[in-house]
């Protein structure tokens, strides 16, 4: 039997792939997405094949990352619950893609991932597989195994001489990429203990930024970032600099308690440096370049769309045609936007469209214009106002 493990070099996928070995006397490929979490990606590949696999394949996904994933999902405002950008959420359905692909390629019988029973990326992992290959078996080691928590999972390692990269110093797990870097268990298990000083790796902490702002500006095309500062930078390079710009400055930081997919809540802490950036430079724009109703009726739709994307569905139907509606209404969506980085905050101080900009300065002013007459207003508020009449005089009649 031939298995196509996502591995991480973590420690749940270093004990799933002597486990596998072991449970099921299989051939084990690693399979590692190098969706930007940088030197780990290498690391991983040694590992694997030090711990017992036949094969280590690593694949940079970082450019389809960024234009299939990140790129639609800023496109679309995704946000889950106000807070999350969905950086995990993103990375697990290319993954996914990249491990079927893996399995086809060696002939593999299965793919296994690391997920847990409790979490959200199990269903990520296994409904984008099957919506690629329906007749993939999957393996998910944390629903069949004996093991009941992490401190098991430190004592088989410690009795197999596999070296694992949780330590009392750093009592807690992370999951990186290039769009952020994502902290949970642990001590960070408790949403009343702050998250432990010196944890964040792509962020300063705000307190500790320049305490001189940085201006940037960055030009959209239908939806799209395509310059900074005037320079023109494909996705990766563009999400690159802005991670690095808007770290320096503690952007994007966000300690929530979500609701996952499976039912419970749950305590996360993510920093996301230039996804905050892109959002609030990506809102600017719109707010000059779309229609009043449109955008209303965009934004009633994006809890929908991001939930489609945390709960694991975007290879499903409902999210692809939710998708070819924000990407229609992004053709409008050119021009740039000015912000302000300082201590954590990212400020709007200019929005500009030369083509389609909706906002006329000649209509709004405050001065004597030619275009706009205000006894118009009267009648409209009249209109506005006759049900409203009509309900209070029915009240009133009923002595109410």
Same mark, same amino acid.
């Given at each position: 039997?031939?298995?196509?493990?996502?591995?991480?070099?973590?420690?749940?996928?270093?004990?799933?792939?002597?486990?596998?070995?072991?449970?099921?006397?299989?051939?084990?490929?690693?399979?590692?997405?190098?969706?930007?979490?940088?030197?780990?990606?290498?690391?991983?590949?040694?590992?694997?094949?030090?711990?017992?696999?036949?094969?280590?394949?690593?694949?940079?996904?970082?450019?389809?990352?960024?234009?299939?994933?990140?790129?639609?999902?800023?496109?679309?405002?995704?946000?889950?619950?106000?807070?999350?950008?969905?950086?995990?959420?993103?990375?697990?359905?290319?993954?996914?893609?990249?491990?079927?692909?893996?399995?086809?390629?060696?002939?593999?019988?299965?793919?296994?991932?690391?997920?847990?029973?409790?979490?959200? /990326?199990?269903?990520?992992?296994?409904?984008?597989?099957?919506?690629?290959?329906? /007749?993939?078996?999957?393996?998910?080691?944390?629903?069949?195994?004996?093991?009941?928590?992490?401190?098991?999972?430190?004592?088989?390692?410690?009795?197999?001489?596999?070296?694992?990269?949780?330590?009392?110093?750093?009592?807690?797990?992370?999951?990186?990429?290039?769009?952020?870097?994502?902290?949970?268990?642990?001590?960070?298990?408790?949403?009343?203990?702050?998250?432990?000083?010196?944890?964040?790796?792509?962020?300063?902490?705000?307190?500790?930024?320049?305490?001189?702002?940085?201006?940037?500006?960055?030009?959209?095309?239908?939806?799209?970032?395509?310059?900074?500062?005037?320079?023109?930078?494909?996705?990766?390079?563009?999400?690159?600099?802005?991670?690095?710009?808007?770290?320096?400055?503690?952007?994007?930081?966000?300690?929530?308690?979500?609701?996952?997919?499976?039912?419970?809540?749950?305590?996360?802490?993510?920093?996301?440096?230039?996804?905050?950036?892109?959002?609030?430079?990506?809102?600017?724009?719109?707010?000059?370049?779309?229609?009043?109703?449109?955008?209303?009726?965009?934004?009633?739709?994006?809890?929908?769309?991001?939930?489609?994307?945390?709960?694991?569905?975007?290879?499903?139907?409902?999210?692809?045609?939710?998708?070819?509606?924000?990407?229609?209404?992004?053709?409008?969506?050119?021009?740039?936007?000015?912000?302000?980085?300082?201590?954590?905050?990212?400020?709007?101080?200019?929005?500009?469209?030369?083509?389609?900009?909706?906002?006329?300065?000649?209509?709004?002013?405050?001065?004597?214009?030619?275009?706009?007459?205000?006894?118009?207003?009267?009648?409209?508020?009249?209109?506005?106002?006759?049900?409203?009449?009509?309900?209070?005089?029915?009240?009133?009649?009923?002595?109410?």
């Amino acid at each position: 039997m031939k298995v196509v493990l996502a591995y991480s070099g973590g420690l749940d996928t270093s004990i799933i792939l002597t486990w596998l070995v072991e449970t099921y006397g299989a051939e084990v490929v690693a399979y590692t997405a190098d969706v930007g979490q940088g030197e780990e990606v290498e690391e991983a590949r040694e590992k694997a094949l030090k711990t017992g696999a036949v094969e280590a394949i690593t694949e940079d996904l970082r450019a389809e990352f960024v234009e299939d994933y990140v790129f639609p999902a800023l496109r679309a405002n995704a946000v889950y619950e106000w807070y999350y950008l969905l950086g995990t959420s993103l990375a697990r359905p290319v993954i996914s893609k990249g491990l079927v692909r893996a399995a086809e390629a060696t002939g593999a019988d299965a793919i296994a991932h690391g997920a847990t029973g409790k979490g959200n /990326d199990q269903v990520r992992f296994e409904l984008s597989a099957y919506a690629l290959k329906p /007749d993939i078996d999957v393996i998910a080691p944390w629903r069949e195994w004996d093991f009941k928590g992490r401190a098991d999972l430190v004592a088989y390692a410690e009795g197999h001489g596999i070296p694992i990269p949780v330590t009392p110093e750093k009592p807690y797990s992370m999951d990186a990429n290039l769009l952020h870097i994502s902290y949970e268990g642990g001590v960070l298990e408790d949403p009343w203990v702050a998250p432990p000083k010196g944890m964040f790796r792509m962020t300063t902490d705000p307190e500790d930024a320049p305490d001189t702002p940085e201006w940037l500006t960055i030009g959209y095309h239908e939806g799209n970032p395509v310059s900074l500062n005037g320079e023109r930078l494909d996705p990766v390079s563009m999400l690159t600099a802005l991670n690095e710009i808007g770290g320096r400055h503690g952007i994007g930081r966000v300690d929530i308690v979500e609701n996952r997919f499976v039912g419970m809540k749950s305590r996360g802490v993510y920093e996301t440096p230039g996804g905050t950036i892109l959002q609030h430079a990506h809102k600017a724009v719109e707010s000059i370049t779309l229609d009043r109703e449109v955008a209303h009726l965009r934004d009633e739709l994006v809890p929908r769309y991001a939930e489609m994307v945390y709960n694991g569905f975007w290879f499903a139907p409902e999210r692809e045609a939710l998708q070819a509606f924000m990407d229609d209404i992004q053709s409008r969506v050119s021009g740039e936007a000015r912000l302000k980085l300082y201590k954590g905050q990212v400020i709007v101080e200019g929005r500009r469209s030369d083509r389609y900009a909706l906002y006329d300065q000649a209509t709004v002013t405050f001065e004597e214009d030619s275009v706009y007459d205000q006894s118009d207003a009267t009648g409209f508020i009249r209109l506005q106002a006759l049900r409203l009449r009509t309900l209070a005089e029915a009240r009133l009649g009923e002595g109410e």
